[in-house]
T-cell receptor, first 114, second 112 residues
Framework: GENVEQHPSTLSVQEGDSAVIKCTYS??????FPWYKQELGKGPQLIID?????GEKKDQRIAVTLNKTAKHFSLHITETQPEDSAVYFC?????????????FGKGTHLIIQP | DGGITQSPKYLFRKEGQNVTLSCEQN?????MYWYRQDPGQGLRLIYY???????QKGDIAEGYSVSREKKESFPLTVTSAQKNPTAFYLC???????????FGPGTRLLVL
């Protein structure tokens, strides 16, 4: 089955700086890669996703890049703000292979220092 | 107002007791899922259901049971066989043929 590894487990950056979180996946058939943000005591919220037919996708201050050859994808947050502090999860799945769930990374705790 | 609701927000279980967590969605999604999250940990899949009256075990199904009698509802029962039930439980759903999962607000289960 699919295995997703996520690094780092904790990331502390100064407010205004950029943050990068990286994930690798094992199954070359995976073609859908969402990112979720989870605030304390709440359910994860989808913030951005990418499919394997594109290499990069942006939405305001966040972007995701995908390298299919190397089987890794990354989340980039620019001009970080205090409200960006949360746990971020990456995930991978094979679209069209049935709705049997995403495989999640173990999460990155992002801390924005004022 | 569309979305996924979970109740209760907090649930207390006594020794030997079965408890049921509710999950309802009005997004017309076919697939629904239950995850368990332990402090500082990722999400582990308990059960999932692709259609009504059908469900499959995930990675950690032992000590849990589910039913899917209606498209909108996917309740999870934590049985007395689950010896370490204290965790944050998350329900999710995804649209037909889609992979994007949308999560509810979660239920925190504590043991008395």
């Amino acid at each position: 089955g699919e295995n997703v590894e996520q690094h780092p487990s904790t990331l502390s950056v100064q407010e205004g700086d950029s943050a990068v979180i990286k994930c690798t996946y094992s199954d070359s058939a995976s073609n859908y890669f969402p990112w979720y943000k989870q605030e304390l005591g709440k359910g994860p919220q989808l913030i951005i996703d990418i499919r394997s037919n594109v290499g990069e996708k942006k939405d305001q201050r966040i972007a995701v890049t995908l390298n299919k050859t190397a089987k890794h994808f990354s989340l980039h947050i620019t001009e970080t703000q205090p409200e960006d502090s949360a746990v971020y999860f990456c995930a991978a799945s094979y679209s069209g292979g049935g709705a049997d769930g995403l495989t999640f990374g173990k999460g990155t705790h992002l801390i924005i220092q004022p | 107002d569309g979305g996924i609701t979970q109740s209760p927000k907090y649930l207390f279980r006594k020794e030997g007791q079965n408890v049921t967590l509710s999950c309802e969605q009005n997004l017309n999604h076919d697939a629904m899922y239950w995850y368990r999250q332990d402090p500082g940990q990722g999400l582990r899949l308990i059960y999932y259901s692709q259609i009504v009256n059908d469900f499959q075990k995930g990675d950690i199904a032992e000590g849990y049971s589910v039913s899917r009698e209606k498209k909108e509802s996917f309740p999870l029962t934590v049985t007395s066989a689950q010896k370490n039930p204290t965790a944050f439980y998350l329900c999710a759903s995804s649209p037909p043929l889609g992979e994007t999962q949308y999560f509810g607000p979660g239920t925190r289960l504590l043991v008395l």
